[in-house]
């Protein structure tokens, strides 16, 4: 399986496209971005954890991938890692 790629903007480390950024006590940080539309015009999202890497692998439906993306950043405990370019 192809890794999938992930455009992120270079000011913020955030992937391209972001609507909405969960974060826990613990301050995980779950990306959720647009990731284009279904059949019917639909958006789809996707997500990826700023902390540990993990990532939704198939764009779903904006509620779906919301979901997803609230769930991991309640599991995660991985802190971001500042990028050095920005300190």
Request: aromatic share 8%; with cysteine; hydrophobic share 45%.
């Amino acid at each position: 399986m192809s890794e999938q790629i992930i455009h992120k903007d270079s000011a913020t480390g955030m992937p391209v496209g972001t609507v909405a950024v969960f974060l826990n006590l613990s301050a995980a940080a779950v990306a959720l971005y647009a990731d284009g539309t279904d059949q019917y015009g639909h958006p789809k999202a996707s997500w990826f954890c700023l902390g540990c890497g993990k990532h939704s692998y198939i764009a779903k439906e904006l509620g779906a991938g919301r979901s997803e993306a609230n769930a991991h950043a309640a599991e995660c405990r991985a802190i971001p890692w500042p990028q050095a370019d920005l300190v």
